[in-house]
């Protein structure tokens, strides 16, 4: 197999296909803090696109609450026990040499999906990406273990017992949100024996051809991430299109310039978790150095977003900032060995990175750049951070204002939230 290189495992990796990248990468920041687990953005999108015969159990947008749920269902732990088993005791990270460009977190030192399943040939043949085909219970259910926490200690009287302290607390859950990660080496699209799957060269954005299509669901057993999906109907896979009508501008109603929109989950949320956005490639395939788009900020220049099991080796587009108040060990099996680092910065943000993180859900076209205005400082609050040790947070009133595509102005926001009087003549309710 071809080696390809992978910035997040900080490595090479082998991989079926040649390198080869878009010139613009779909992308997103979602930020489990603030998800209140609604499901708004879920029914979105299944409004939108997969409404029809034969879609019924299809979700390209799920929300899952962790550690129990999973849509389908234990599809990640069943993932990281074949890996482990691929691999015993040897699937670890390597953190103590980083270097911000090339390997940010260091190295993984174990084996991704492709890896693995170059190591373990089958009966009947070798997967291109190692994993398996969930079975119809699995798909059923998405939204099973909602809300159940784990941890802490039973006391005789059955309350739960244990801190509700931060920096962690004992008794825990937290809501992922999850769509399609429009992975730069996507196992889908490696494990497709009909080379039916591409990624699109403007936008990094992860199609199947219908008309190519078979529905040998390969693709549904080499995602990791489980975000292709069979359809009886129709006898072929599918999975979330990014939207790519409004990424390419065609929503006049959201912008009459043609400037690109952000998905329909983006832009229905109502917590404001997500933050979605197309970053540069540079000619090396490479993230080209742009620290004003507000994505490569949070992901490249501040880490305070990570990629979701970037061991499994597809190098995902869709990076979280961790839930802070969640057990250190398991956040780091899952975004690797930038927890700490992104829930210091994240606990205490800087001024810069504060006026930043309001830009979440704050438009819905597509910001590419971010400008900050300063303001007088309006606060000061103390902070808990991760080590339990408490910090002096400043709170500047600064306005940060978003511009789109085609450097047009279309968002201003201030950190102190308005306050507007109403004028004096009568306003009657409604019902
Ligand atoms: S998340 Fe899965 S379906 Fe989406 S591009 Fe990656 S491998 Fe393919
Ligand atoms: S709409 Fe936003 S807040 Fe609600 S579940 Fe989806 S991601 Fe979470």
Same mark, same amino acid.
């Given at each position: ?62 929300? @899952?609450? !962790? &550690?129990?749920?999973?849509? $389908? #269902?234990?599809?990640?732990?069943? %993932?990281?026990?074949?890996? *482990? ?32 399943? @170059?190591? !373990? &040939?089958?009966?009947?043949? $070798? #997967?291109?990406?190692?994993?398996? %085909?969930?079975?119809?219970? *699995? ?293």
């Amino acid at each position: 197999m071809p080696n390809v290189y992978n910035w997040q495992i900080g490595r090479e990796m082998s991989y079926p296909h040649e390198e080869r990248h878009p010139e613009w990468q779909f992308a997103f920041v979602f930020n489990p803090n603030r998800c209140i687990g609604c499901q708004t953005c879920t029914m979105a999108c299944k409004s939108t696109w997969t409404f029809s015969k034969g879609e019924e159990l299809m979700w390209w947008n799920n929300v @899952e609450s !962790k &550690p129990f749920g999973g849509y $389908p #269902q234990h599809w990640d732990a069943k %993932l990281l026990a074949m890996l *482990e088993q691929a691999n015993p005791g040897k699937q670890v990270w390597d953190a103590r040499h980083t270097e911000a460009e090339k390997k940010p977190f260091g190295t993984f030192d174990g084996m991704t999906i492709f890896e693995a399943a @170059e190591q !373990k &040939p089958r009966p009947d043949g $070798p #997967q291109a990406a190692l994993g398996y %085909l969930p079975s119809d219970e *699995e798909w059923t259910a998405p939204n099973i273990h909602e809300d159940t926490s784990t941890g802490g200690l039973f006391k005789k009287d059955g309350q739960f017992g244990g801190s509700t302290q931060l920096p962690e607390h004992k008794v825990w859950f937290f809501h992922l949100a999850r769509i399609c990660n429009h992975c730069t080496y996507p196992g889908c699209l490696a494990s497709c024996p009909r080379n039916a799957i591409y990624k699109r060269p403007e936008d990094g954005i992860v199609l199947i051809d219908q008309s190519r299509c078979r529905g040998y669901r390969k693709c549904v057993e080499g995602c990791p991430y489980k975000k292709a999906m069979y359809r009886p109907s129709t006898r072929t896979s599918e999975k979330c299109i990014g939207c790519f009508p409004r990424i390419e501008g065609k929503d006049k109603t959201i912008s009459p310039t043609g400037a690109p929109a952000e998905t329909r989950c983006m832009a229905a949320c109502v917590g404001k978790i997500r933050l979605q956005g197309l970053v540069k490639i540079d000619e090396q395939g490479a993230w080209a150095k742009d620290p004003k788009n507000p994505l490569y900020y949070l992901i490249r220049e501040r880490q305070v977003a990570l990629p979701l099991y970037p061991q499994f080796g597809t190098e995902p587009n869709g990076f979280y900032i961790p839930p802070r108040w969640v057990p250190r060990d398991y956040l780091t099996q899952m975004f690797g060995p930038g927890v700490k680092q992104a829930i210091e910065q994240y606990s205490c943000p800087d001024r810069e990175l504060l006026a930043v993180l309001q830009l979440f859900r704050a438009q819905q076209q597509i910001i590419f750049r971010f400008d900050i205005e300063k303001g007088p400082k309006v606060a000061e609050i103390e902070v808990t951070m991760p080590d339990g040790q408490s910090k002096t947070q400043e709170i500047f009133n600064d306005t940060v204002i978003g511009f789109n595509k085609l450097d047009e102005e279309v968002v201003r926001i201030t950190i102190e939230e308005p306050t507007f009087e109403r004028p004096k003549e009568a306003h009657l309710n409604s019902i």
